[in-house]
């Protein structure tokens, strides 16, 4: 009898320990980022370090892929724990009923405060007054450019800070055949829009007001740069990765792009370069930029919304994001000092920038709306439409989408 | 015993291609939003999808484009592949390891094939550019990109046409060319009169098959243009594509997916009477 016992209670506790191995919430979490020096990498280890019982497995799925993806496991009800959407797609899903309102959780944190972060990012974050996501980090458009050729042509920095000066510039910067004076991205993805509408708003226009002399201005330039010979014909299907390179390569002189290219510009940019803030249309002076970035979310039907939330609280602690210069991302909260250990000039110039970037939408139909801004785009560029009857069409396609 | 050997690949065949091309039929007639995705019960709207799609320039200039991107890869493919069959069929030394070496461009993943011709096509970086001397825009010009984007699916799809191809013409008998040869037919008489009359099912199966691979296709496109400049590069696939994915149409999107699978359907239909008939043969 005894032995029985004391069998019995070796099974237990042997079945105990492995149930306690066992016990642990795997969280299946998913994410863009495949730099390496992205905060999201360590951050991921070390909360993986706090509780042995809570592991977040990251899978990591390409920009373009996210969103199908993630359409797919909702369409089969078998979801992520949490993920990292793109700012601007929030709304969609939200009034798709595919992510949880995490509005008690957040007004039960003490580690996500919405007045701790800044209001842009906070902004994209909710819809309908509720609180859908938790803003990773930030990122927005400026202009590089290649110091060496713009001494070469006597070009000052400054002079870059208007539309008129920058299409001089790019105009002095172009050797025909050989480099162009601005690199920049008109694909008819995201991407595209995503780089049209800085120059749509500096304009004074808006999504909505498309048909309006100052919406034609905007479009007007890039149609004119690319006409001109100033931007490569080939912007229409450049990523805003391949114009970075074309930068690189010293193919284009000026390029706008993100901070996320930093990294990749100092190890590969073979001469000196600096990055300035977006020029201004002469006359208008509107400083204006896109906001970009993730957004965590947590989709309807994750199974266990408690730890996925205790993740995204710990993700957007100041433990992992002072971390976020790193991969050259800026912090999406105005309460956290970031490190910064490198580019301390372009650190400096984004963060300025960033005042004046502003969020795409919201609005839940913004991808429908994109798409014609796209279309338009591309019908302009190619000379299939003029600009003016391009954004008339474009207007009209806008007005149709409720 | 012989119904469970039969009910194993019924049943395989009605869950893993039955059941999505029916709920694909089904979701063309519904309403589909983000919110419903997840049900299967959604409101169901009829043909609205489908007049929707009808309504709507850009279908007729996306199912122009498909006609001419599945045209001009059959013609290309099948002229080059059987081409290429005729030519590895003449005994030379190195011929049949020749011909498996052009097998590795099949075997590459269509994505890489997509950058690798994206970068060919490029305007001032581009090989072809250098090569021809030229300034074209190949990739950014509307009326060169669908071109350029079927250019590298041939490339793509051509090996495969070129092996099934050479395993019919290296089955055609040998006695009949010779025969017709001691008669005086030249080479090309050969070929019209006893090649092309032995490989006929075969090269209308390879036909069927070409037809159904550049319906599919996608991934090459998407590398190189993503379906621009103004669409001009759009065929069904990316266009349903674009439809579920970036706009969140999912109805739509699964009605032009019916488009497509009614095309591919009466192909393959006429795929398995040829080789019915090749059977009888």
């Not at chain 1, 730099?35 to 977040?56: L, P, R």
């Not at chain 2, 008669?183 to 092309?196: C, E, K």
Request: glycine share 6%.
């Amino acid at each position: 009898m005894k032995r029985l016992l004391v069998a019995a209670v070796a099974a237990t506790a042997i079945a105990s320990a492995s149930v306690a191995a066992f016990a642990e919430t795997k969280l299946d979490v998913w994410h863009v980022i495949n730099i390496d020096k992205d905060m999201v990498h360590d951050g991921i280890k070390s909360f993986n370090e706090i509780d042995q019982n809570v592991q977040a497995e990251e899978r990591i799925v390409p920009f373009a892929q996210l969103e199908p993806e993630l359409l797919k496991a909702i369409a089969t009800g078998d979801v992520p724990d949490a993920v990292m959407l793109a700012s601007n797609s929030v709304p969609a899903f939200v009034v798709g009923n595919a992510l949880m309102d995490l509005t008690e959780m957040v007004a039960g944190s003490d580690k996500v405060n919405g007045e701790d972060y800044h209001p842009g990012p906070w902004n994209s974050a909710q819809w309908d007054g509720k609180v859908y996501a938790v803003p990773r980090a930030a990122n927005t458009l400026a202009l590089y450019y290649n110091k060496d050729l713009l001494d070469e042509k006597g070009i000052s920095v400054e002079s870059l800070g208007t539309w008129d000066g920058l299409i001089s510039a790019a105009e002095a910067l172009t050797v025909p055949g050989e480099r162009f004076g601005l690199a920049f991205s008109a694909i008819a993805t995201e991407e595209g829009t995503f780089q049209f509408l800085p120059w749509l708003w500096q304009a004074g226009a808006d999504i909505d007001t498309l048909d309006t002399p100052e919406a034609a201005s905007a479009l007007q330039v890039w149609v004119d740069l690319v006409k001109n010979g100033h931007s490569s014909k080939d912007v229409l299907t450049m990523r805003q990765f391949e114009g970075t390179s074309t930068f690189m390569a010293e193919n284009a002189a000026l390029v706008i792009s993100g901070p996320w290219e930093l990294p990749r510009i100092e190890k590969d940019a073979k001469f000196n370069w600096g990055v300035r803030t977006l020029p201004v249309k002469d006359g208008v002076n509107i400083e204006a930029s896109a906001l970009g970035d993730y957004n965590w979310v947590i989709p309807t039907g994750a199974k266990d919304p408690g730890a996925s939330f205790k993740f995204i609280e710990y993700m957007t602690s100041e433990d992992v994001v002072k971390n976020a210069w790193d991969s050259g991302r800026l912090s999406a909260r105005a309460d956290i000092d970031v490190l910064v250990n490198q580019w301390p000039d372009a650190f400096a110039t984004f963060n300025e920038q960033m005042k004046s970037a502003r969020q795409r939408g919201p609005d839940p139909k913004y991808g429908e709306k994109s798409r014609v801004i796209q279309k338009a785009i591309q019908q302009a560029m190619t000379e299939e439409l003029t600009v003016e009857a391009a954004l008339t069409e474009a207007a009209a396609a806008i007005a149709k989408i409720k | 015993m012989v119904r469970v050997f039969l009910a194993l690949p019924m049943a395989f065949l009605l869950i893993l291609i039955g059941f999505p091309v029916l709920y694909n039929v089904l979701m063309s007639f519904q309403d589909v939003t983000l919110m419903t995705l997840p049900q299967f019960m959604r409101p169901w709207i009829g043909i609205s999808n489908y007049t929707t799609l009808l309504g709507e320039k850009v279908t007729y200039e996306v199912l122009a484009n498909t006609f001419v991107f599945v045209g001009g890869n059959v013609v290309f493919q099948i002229a080059i592949g059987l081409s290429l069959a005729l030519f590895f069929e003449l005994s030379f030394p190195g011929a049949k390891f020749m011909r498996g070496l052009f097998l590795v461009a099949w075997m590459l993943p269509p994505l890489v094939i997509g950058s690798v011709w994206k970068w060919l096509f490029a305007t001032e970086s581009g090989a072809i550019n250098a090569i021809l001397g030229s300034n074209m825009n190949w990739l950014s010009d509307p009326s060169t990109a669908l071109w350029a984007v079927t250019t590298a699916n041939i490339w793509f799809g051509t090996p495969f046409s070129m092996i099934l191809l050479s395993a019919a013409v290296s089955n055609v008998p040998k006695e009949l060319l010779e025969a017709a040869s001691l008669d005086g037919a030249g080479p090309i008489r050969r070929f019209i009169y006893i090649t092309l009359p032995a490989i006929s099912a075969s090269l209308l199966a390879v036909v069927s098959l070409t037809i159904i691979y550049s319906m599919r296709a996608f991934d090459v496109i998407w590398a190189m243009t993503k379906g621009g400049p103004v669409d001009s590069s759009t065929i069904l696939p990316l266009f349903s594509y674009r439809l579920s994915f970036d706009e969140f149409k999912f109805g739509g999107g699964a009605a032009a997916a019916n488009f497509a699978f009614i095309i591919v359907f009466i192909v393959a239909l006429i795929y398995v009477r040829s080789i019915k008939h090749e059977k009888i043969l």
